[in-house]
């Protein structure tokens, strides 16, 4: 069975930080892009980051660039989002996704971050 198990989600104020991590199990890990989406409430889910786990090549979104990294660990089968300087307007709920070059593709959770001013 494969799982995706998203946390490290939680309360945070206005220019703080949160690390997020997925670890993914039941599935060769490094045969996956991992990455980070969020909804926000009355929004559409978006992509938030991602990272080929073969070669670490990494997508971020024009919203977090600069604030974001997002890093994996074949040895743990985790992948982690590092979130700086968090903003109101980063408030959602982050889900974890596998996504294989076959197609396959596997959801986490969600994990609920809040950011307030």
């Known amino acids: 069975e494969v799982q995706l198990q998203a946390s490290g989600g939680g309360l945070v104020q206005a220019g703080g930080s949160l690390r997020l991590s997925c670890v993914v199990s039941?599935?060769?890990?490094?045969?996956?892009?991992i990455g980070w989406f969020r909804q926000a409430p009355g929004k559409e889910r978006e992509a938030v980051s991602c990272?080929?786990?073969?070669?670490?090549?990494?997508y971020y979104a024009d919203s977090v660039k600069g604030r974001f990294t997002i890093s994996s660990d074949i040895a743990k089968n985790t992948a982690y989002l590092q979130m700086n300087n968090l903003k109101p307007e980063d408030t959602a709920v982050y889900y974890c996704?596998?996504?294989?070059?076959?197609?396959?593709?596997?959801w986490g959770q969600g994990t609920q971050v809040t950011v307030s001013s």
């Open positions: 990272i080929a786990t073969t070669d670490d090549s990494t």
């Open positions: 996704n596998a996504a294989g070059a076959t197609g396959t593709d596997y």
């Open positions: 039941g599935v060769t890990f490094d045969d996956y892009a």
